[in-house]
């Protein structure tokens, strides 16, 4: 019963969150299947933010600011146990980059995001969410081989 209650809140926020079109502010959004002392751990680059106020204004307004056309999510798994639960796809989704988001250049060419999210839930709504991009990827899909410039300037 809780890892059926965990799924339905993840479910739930998908699909709050998922098309970036609710008509919403972006804070009343997110309280939709939120609590308001939300902590979310970012991927490595990005880093964690605490609060629905403090991720909005931290990580979720600017990423959803920097990209565009964004796909329907793609999840191969969608998974709950007690109170955690989580989903992943490769891709996750879709999106052209406008510019701006960890410092690069825009682009005209989809980006796939492969992301695993994982969960957890406090009550009826998500408290915590551990989230895992894989940037590396992403980054190249936009012709940009981080590892390959990391090796280049280690090497001068």
């Known amino acids: ?4 209650a965990t799924l339905a809140a ?21 309280a939709q299947t939120w609590h308001d002392d939300m902590i979310w751990w970012g991927p490595a680059g990005i880093g964690a933010t605490y609060t629905i106020g403090r991720y909005a204004k931290q990580h979720s307004g600017p990423f959803r600011a920097a990209f ?3 796909s329907k999510t793609r999840h191969i798994a969608r998974l709950a146990e007690g109170h955690y639960g989580g989903f992943f796809g490769w891709p996750n989704f ?4 406008r510019g701006g988001f960890m410092g690069m250049p825009a682009s005209d060419t989809p980006g796939e995001m ?12 998500l408290a915590e969410n551990w989230v895992f991009i894989d940037l590396l990827h992403f980054w190249k899909t936009q012709g940009v081989d981080i590892l390959k410039r990391t090796v280049e300037i280690a090497g001068r």
């Open 68 to 70: 565009t056309d964004r």
């Open 10 to 30: 993840i479910n739930a926020m998908i699909g709050d969150l998922g098309t970036w079109q609710s008509g919403l502010p972006l804070e009343d959004e997110l």
């Open 114 to 125: 492969r992301v695993i999210d994982i969960y957890r839930r406090e009550g009826d709504k």
């Open 94 to 97: 879709t999106a052209k980059h």
């Open 1 to 4: 019963a809780e890892g059926r």
